[in-house]
């Protein structure tokens, strides 16, 4: 079931949870990792992620805060409006609230919500790491956006309405998972991968006795419209770079349900002129555990440690 988070901004209405999945003390002044998270995933999937900046640096040495965004986790209470720009706001506060100017790190839409954060406010960001997401495709003419969320993450969306009996019968429903269920069985990473999928459930309010999805469905949706079709979202990451801020992409070659065609490919990539800036990182790894365990996570901290090395205060912008 939800946890409770480490830190609550209070909202007008409803509040922000954040968790410091710091290891060890961090002391004042330490730098600072903000972890964004994907369209229906909360802030503990990026576990992993600390273990190894832990293993790299030691106890406390990098602190790492992941909000559960709004209409998700801890935060399912915080309303709408939703949209990028409304996390980006969240953002805007807990980087405020801490006085950091931390390195941000976004996987899948939680990229996308990265790249607009340092575009919009170039200053507050160290660097930026975009994980399997933050640069789009444009929008064919005449797109339906519902039939293309449902294309891109039907089985996600479909999980929303579903109920299970207790915790144990949501993880037996995770182990069929083709990219998620091999990590429930003797991965290094099992325990961590429980606990944020675990994170996800609260008390299904039309079944009594069994659990649900905190997800709100119509965040996810209007989140989900932005990251397809939005001009100011599709153009953020290039922004971000136009300013003076740092941007990598680690992209896996495997899909969401662990297929050999991914979200990105070195011909989509091309096709994207990106900035000569943005340096970018294929790895063998699928849509879910390029954060949780492998060359995937290897290479995301990479990126993180050369975006912690940034001086912000030398970097200039644009």
């Known amino acids: 079931m939800t946890t409770d988070p480490s830190f609550v901004i209070e909202l007008p209405v409803g509040s922000l949870a954040i968790h410091d999945l710091t290891i060890g003390t961090a002391d004042p002044g330490v730098p600072v990792v903000l972890a964004v998270h994907g369209i229906t995933a909360n802030g503990l999937s990026f576990r992993q992620v600390a273990e190894e900046l832990h293993r790299r640096h030691g106890p406390g040495a990098v602190r790492v805060l992941a909000p559960d965004l709004r209409g998700r986790g801890a935060s399912r209470e915080a309303p709408g409006p939703y949209g990028l720009a409304a996390h980006v706001a969240d953002l805007t506060t807990v980087v405020g609230a801490f006085g950091v100017n931390p390195v941000i790190v976004g ?11 340092a575009a919009e406010h170039p200053r507050l960001y160290r660097s930026v790491v975009l994980v399997d997401g933050g640069l789009a495709f444009p929008p064919p003419p005449g797109l339906d956006v519902d039939a293309a969320l449902a294309a891109v993450i039907g089985p996600a969306m479909d999980r929303l309405s579903m109920r299970w009996e207790d915790e144990s019968a949501h993880q037996d429903f995770w182990a069929e998972h083709p990219a998620v269920g091999p990590l429930l069985s003797g991965s290094p990473a099992a325990e961590s991968v429980r606990r944020y999928l675990d994170h996800d459930l609260v008390p299904a309010t039309d079944t009594p006795g069994a659990v649900m999805s905190s997800c709100i469905l119509d965040a996810v949706r209007r989140d989900g419209r932005d990251v397809l079709v939005d001009e100011d979202t599709h153009s953020a990451a290039g922004r971000a770079v ?66 912690l090395a940034v001086d912000p205060a030398g970097r200039e912008i644009a």
Do not use: C, K
Not at 107 to 117: D, K, Y
Not at 284 to 307: C, K, M, P, Q, W
């Open 242 to 307: 136009a300013a003076g801020v740092p941007v990598e992409l680690v992209w896996a070659r495997r899909g969401l349900l662990d297929e050999p065609q991914g979200l990105y490919d070195e011909g989509r990539l091309a096709a994207l002129d990106l900035p000569d800036q943005l340096a970018v990182h294929g790895v063998d790894a699928n849509h879910y555990d390029v954060i949780l365990t492998g060359e995937g996570l290897t290479s995301v901290v990479d990126a993180i440690d050369r975006g």
């Open 107 to 117: 996987h899948s839409m939680g990229g996308f919500i990265a790249a607009l954060a």
